[in-house]
């Protein structure tokens, strides 16, 4: 079953599941460069640091819990709003899975990863839609090192995706901050084998590797006035079961401020 007209969208709203955004959003980041808000305080609650490789669902801490429809209904996002103290670019992924642990001080040796997507949340299985990054999430040295992901893309032919910086003076080396991991040639990234650090960053710290799939992206505008999308504005993306709703963004300036907002999940 599908929300596929106007009127079942409208039969749908009275019954809607209202989300909250309320978040003070990480102080020591860099204008220009993505930020995590999974570890900020607020609602939808702050999330930790994770260790092994493990599927996001809405019952991690973290993501936004909601009730799945019966079937054969579905779930939409049908409005979108949100502002903020400052005047960022906010998109909203459903965080499939992560992993944590990685040190900053393992030099030459790879750490081992093995992300995969999960079935069922509407990644294709090839990787094309899937976003990876690292995620630091207490902070690692200020020595900065290349870091190199083995990955095998949508033909499971193994690759290396370009270098990453990881690591260096502040707020290189901070908390939240999100570093995009870019797929070889363009050839999509499947799954996750490992990374390898060229040197030590001088102190451990502890980040992870995190992919997710984009729901929608906002400019928030003018400080606190910023962005409101109706159903045509969101495009009215279908929400799949147990999915982990989280926020990123890319920062106008280094003192990320406040995020405040709400959507609506409707079902039918």
């Not at 955004?21 to 808000?37: C, D, R």
């Not at 499939?96 to 949340?121: C, D, E, F």
């Not at 451990?204 to 729901?215: E, H, L, P, Q």
Request: with cysteine.
């Amino acid at each position: 079953m599908t929300i596929s007209n106007y009127d079942q969208l409208v039969a749908a709203l009275p019954t809607a599941q209202l989300g909250l955004l309320s978040k003070t959003g990480p102080s020591t980041q860099l204008a220009g460069a993505l930020s995590s808000l999974w570890l900020s305080a607020g609602f939808p609650a702050a999330g930790s640091a994770p260790g092994v490789w493990a599927t996001c669902t809405d019952a991690t801490a973290g993501g936004w819990p909601f009730a799945n429809p019966t079937a054969p209904a579905l779930s939409y996002l049908s409005n979108f709003n949100c502002a903020g103290s400052a005047s960022h670019y906010l998109t909203l992924y459903d965080r499939l899975g992560h992993m944590g642990g990685l040190s900053g001080t393992v030099a030459g040796s790879a750490q081992a990863i093995n992300g995969v997507i999960p079935a069922n949340r509407g990644a294709a299985v090839d990787g094309s839609d899937v976003e990876w990054f690292f995620e630091i999430y207490t902070a690692i040295g200020t020595t900065a090192a290349n870091a190199t992901v083995a990955y095998t893309d949508q033909n499971d032919v193994a690759r290396n995706a370009p270098a990453i910086v990881m690591g260096g003076a502040s707020p290189a080396n901070q908390p939240s901050r999100l570093f995009r991991i870019i797929p070889n040639a363009g050839q999509p990234i499947k799954t996750v084998t490992n990374v390898t650090l060229s040197g030590s960053t001088g102190t451990a710290g502890n980040f992870g590797v995190t992919c997710a799939r984009r729901i929608l992206t906002a400019a928030m505008g003018q400080v606190n006035i910023g962005a409101n999308l109706d159903f045509a504005g969101t495009g009215l993306p279908r929400i799949y079961d147990d999915a982990c709703l989280w926020f990123a963004a890319l920062l106008s300036n280094a003192t990320s401020g406040t995020f405040t907002g709400s959507w609506n999940l409707v079902q039918g």
